[in-house]
């Protein structure tokens, strides 16, 4: 998992097993979230957005989950392919409803063993 | 590709120097968010503009400034560089000040020696 303030974790899964990563956000006022990925010397690729009225969002074989209740949100991928490793990182719109400016955690590196 | 261009690519600056960074942001979008990411961290929020105006700023010290033009692509600029600003600059951009998902460039990967 991850969490701001943490040295950047990894997460080593088998090819076509399911991932989970997940992220510790750190403002309950937060309104928005957004899951993005990031390959060496790339910029962040959006993966899957969520706002904080919903618990559950199902893109392609990826599924974000939302629990407010302990500030924490999770990334499901499903089937890991050898493409999916990357750095993945959470934020969370820390300006409020109405305004915009994400924070993002540090980041999960997620390796896929062939 | 998510349509937002950044030049140039890579750049080295040394210390006390001026550098000029520049993006253009997807087609239709109107606003456009910088970040700075240091090696093994995550994206810090520099600024935001919309309509050509700074509407949000992060904990940037001034010599962090920026522009946006009436096609909506955008400056950043750094004056009086400094080693720490070494990292790679992130421009990302957004259909309008109210939607939320945000696309993100390549980047430039800045070296200040």
């Known amino acids: 998992g991850e969490s701001v303030g943490l040295h950047l974790p990894t997460l080593s899964v088998q090819e076509g097993d399911n991932s989970i990563i997940n992220c510790a956000y750190s403002?309950?006022?937060?309104?928005?979230f957004i899951w993005y990925k990031q390959e060496s010397g790339k910029g962040p690729q959006f993966i899957i957005d969520?706002?904080?009225?919903?618990d559950k969002r199902q893109g392609q074989r990826v599924t974000v989950l939302l629990n407010k209740t302990v500030k924490h949100l999770s990334l499901q991928i499903a089937a890991t392919q050898p493409g999916d490793s990357a750095v993945y990182f959470c934020a969370e719109n820390t300006a409020g409803a109405g305004s915009y400016q994400l924070t993002f955690g540090k980041g999960t590196k997620l390796s896929v063993i062939p | 590709e998510t349509g937002v261009t950044q030049s140039p690519t890579h750049l080295i600056k040394t210390r006390g120097q001026q550098v000029t960074l520049r993006c253009s942001s997807q087609?239709?979008?109107?606003?456009v968010s910088w970040y700075q990411q240091a090696l093994g961290q995550g994206p810090q929020f520099i600024f935001q503009y919309y309509r050509e105006e700074e509407n949000g700023r992060g904990n940037f010290p001034p010599r962090f400034s920026g522009l946006q033009f009436p096609n909506y692509s955008s400056e950043l600029n750094v004056n009086a560089l400094e080693l720490d600003d070494s990292a790679l600059y992130l421009c990302?951009?957004?259909?309008?000040?109210?939607?939320?998902?945000?696309?993100f460039g390549p980047g430039t990967r800045l070296t200040v020696l």
């Open positions: 087609s239709g979008h109107n606003t």
């Open positions: 969520i706002r904080s009225n919903m």
């Open positions: 403002n309950s006022a937060s309104d928005y």
């Open positions: 990302a951009s957004r259909r309008g000040r109210d939607t939320d998902t945000q696309y």
